[in-house]
């Protein structure tokens, strides 16, 4: 599912290397990190959008990428 609005823990683990436990903590950062913008956010997953931005230093994701 790849054009789905959250990006999960396995995708996460999976993209950097890290194991589940990490990738979870890594979305907790980034979900606090919305949430200090005034965001809403579900726990164990963060948005692709955002997760694009803050790993990449752009929206790929609206690109096509």
Same mark, same amino acid.
């Given at each position: 599912? =790849? *054009?789905?609005?959250?990006? &999960?823990?396995? #995708? #996460?683990?999976?993209?950097? +290397?890290?194991?589940?436990? @990490? /990738? @979870?903590?890594? #979305?907790? =950062?980034? *979900?606090? =990190?919305?949430? +200090?913008? +005034? @965001?809403? &956010?579900? /726990? +164990?997953?963060?948005?692709?959008?955002? @997760?694009? =931005?803050? #790993?990449?230093? &752009?929206n790929i994701a609206e690109r096509g990428e």
């Amino acid at each position: 599912m =790849e *054009n789905a609005m959250f990006v &999960t823990a396995d #995708i #996460i683990a999976k993209d950097f +290397g890290v194991s589940k436990g @990490y /990738a @979870y903590r890594m #979305i907790r =950062e980034m *979900n606090a =990190e919305l949430k +200090g913008k +005034g @965001y809403l &956010t579900v /726990a +164990g997953r963060v948005s692709r959008q955002y @997760y694009c =931005e803050r #790993i990449y230093g &752009t929206n790929i994701a609206e690109r096509g990428e």
